[in-house]
């Protein structure tokens, strides 16, 4: 299904993706095997450009090139994050 795209509002941001991977976990949400997934869900993990900020979003750049884990976030200090 095609959801729609939206501008990213306070505290969030747009990414066009260039990669993306289910793992696992992801499956047992589409599975609905996880409890109170949040709706519309597009499981995957992915890695992109930043497309759009929203306000307030003050430590990234238009154009950075980020990655997001099912867990939504990363550290950012380990050799990993760094590379």
């Known amino acids: ?5 939206l ?3 306070v505290g969030q941001m747009l990414v066009e993706v260039s990669a993306r991977a289910v ?7 589409v599975d609905g ?11 995957g993990e992915i890695v992109g450009r930043i497309a759009a900020l929203g ?4 430590n990234f750049k238009i ?5 997001i884990p ?4 990363t550290g950012g ?5 760094q590379s």
């Open 55 to 58: 306000e307030a979003v003050t």
């Open 63 to 67: 154009g950075e090139r980020v990655g």
């Open 77 to 81: 200090a380990c050799r990993f994050c």
């Open 23 to 29: 793992c696992r976990t992801d499956l047992h949400a």
């Open 70 to 73: 099912w867990l939504g976030w």
């Open 33 to 43: 095997e996880l409890p109170n997934p949040k709706l519309p869900l597009v499981p």
């Open 1 to 5: 299904m095609e959801v729609p795209i």
């Open 7 to 9: 501008s990213p509002v």
